[in-house]
Nanobody, 124 residues
Framework: QVQLAESGGGLVQAGASLKLSCAAS????????MGWFRQAPGKEREFVATIHWSGGTTLYAESVKGRFTISRDNAKTTGYLQINSLKPEDTAVYYC?????????????????WGQGTQVTVSS
């Protein structure tokens, strides 16, 4: 069993930066992809970014490319999402998830462990 806990969210102004963390329990963290998804009020959960088990490959949603950076530290069993140049449309609950496979995908169904989420609110 794996448990994930996000932290680092908050209320910020447009243009600010945040770094979200995802602390994982369990020894399997380093063997699987890790992803970040977000869900805005009244919208479906959407893919944000994923990173392969080794950290060597990352994928991003088009809407966040160039502003978001996903990373992981397998020794610390922790993943990160650096968010720069925040926009009001980035307001959402951000979830980290551990994948079923070593290589990340854009599909939520390919992730079988999820955190409780951390709220990011961006004011204009």
């Amino acid at each position: 069993q794996v448990q994930l806990a996000e932290s680092g969210g908050g209320l910020v102004q447009a243009g600010a930066s945040l770094k979200l963390s995802c602390a994982a329990s369990g020894r399997t963290f380093s063997s699987f992809a890790m992803g970040w998804f977000r869900q805005a009020p009244g919208k479906e959960r959407e893919f944000v970014a994923t990173i392969h088990w080794s950290g060597g490959t990352t994928l991003y949603a088009e809407s966040v490319k160039g502003r978001f950076t996903i990373s992981r530290d397998n020794a610390k069993t922790t993943g990160y999402l650096q968010i720069n140049s925040l926009k009001p449309e980035d307001t959402a609950v951000y979830y980290c998830a551990l994948g079923r496979y070593p290589y990340g995908t854009l599909q939520a169904r390919d992730y079988n462990y999820w955190g409780q989420g951390t709220q990011v609110t961006v004011s204009s």
